[in-house]
């Protein structure tokens, strides 16, 4: 059974930066691909992310636009969020989810397993 345990979360002011991991246990990383979400009071969960083993070009929201980078460390079993240029409306829960092999689309439902989730606020 995977497992995922997110960490990184935390308060930062607008402009500035926060690096997410998440760590994968319980099977063979490289079989997995690891979604990233996010979900702020009161709206839907959305998709920040995506990256499988065999991505060359990781999926990113629109809302991105250049400010994050999904990183996948095979050694550790890890995959990381680096988010730079914070800003509020980033605020929410972000949480990390793994599906069985690649990923046809990055969204909620094609993931099957998730973790509890780390709270990023963001200041203005």
């Known amino acids: 059974e995977v497992q995922l345990v997110e960490s990184g979360g935390g308060l930062v002011q607008a402009g500035g930066s926060l690096n997410l991991s998440c760590a994968v246990s319980?099977?063979?990383?490289?079989?997995?691909?690891i979604g990233w979400f996010r979900q702020a009071p009161g709206k839907e969960r959305e998709a920040v992310s995506c990256i499988s083993s065999s991505d060359f070009f990781p999926h990113y929201g629109d809302f991105v636009k250049g400010r994050f980078t999904i990183v996948s460390d095979n050694a550790k079993s890890t995959v990381y969020l680096h988010m730079n240029n914070l800003k509020p409306e980033d605020t929410g829960v972000y949480y990390c989810a793994a599906r069985y092999g690649t990923y046809y689309l990055c969204s909620e439902p094609v993931f099957e397993s998730w973790g509890q989730g780390t709270q990023v606020t963001v200041s203005s």
């Open positions: 319980g099977v063979d990383f490289l079989d997995y691909a």
